[in-house]
C-alpha cells in the first residue's frame, strides 16, 4: 500500500464529506490506483513528483493502461486540491462519471449518492476556509476533534441508513 499525501487525505475528506463511497490504493492490474469511486472510476492525485518529464510520460502510460482496462482516470494536483472551488468542481466531476456507468434509470437510483447534494461539502470547505483564516489572523487553531475512519462496509451501511434503505435480510 502507498502513502497518503495532505493533499490524499484532503480528497479522501471531501468524499466522505460529499457522502461518495471509495476506496483507498487499489489494485488495477500492475497499478496501484489513490481511489477507486464507482465500478470503474480511477481518481489520482498528482503531487510534485508527477512534474518531471519522465514521469508525465510514465503516467500518460499508465493511464492509457488503466483506460485501456475500461477504467475512467480522472486527475487533480495536490495544489488544485486545496482550491475549494476547485475541489467542488473536481467532485462534480467524480459524480458525473460514476453517475454515466449506471446506464439504465432502475440504475440509477442506485447511486451511492445524490447527485446535486453538494451542500454538506460547500459547508465543510466553507468551515475549513474559515478555520484557516481565524489560524492566519493570529486566533490559533482550534482542537482538531479525531474521526474514525469508516470501513467501506461501515460507509455503505450508513448511507443506506441516511437514505432510509432496509436490509436485504
Sequence with gaps: MGTESKAELVVAEALRVAGIPFRRHQQVGRYEVDFMVGRKVVLEVDGYSHL???????DRERQRFIEDLGYTVLRITNQEAYDASRLRRFLSEVREAVASEYQSENELK?????????QALKDH???????????QAGAGPQPK???RLLTPEEMMREWLDKHGVPDKK
Design 52 to 58: 518531471p518529464r519522465n514521469r508525465r510520460e510514465y
Design 145 to 147: 476533534r479525531r474521526r
Design 110 to 118: 442506485d447511486l451511492p449518492f445524490q447527485r446535486d447534494d453538494l
Design 125 to 135: 470547505l466553507e468551515a475549513t476556509e474559515r478555520r484557516r483564516q481565524a489560524d
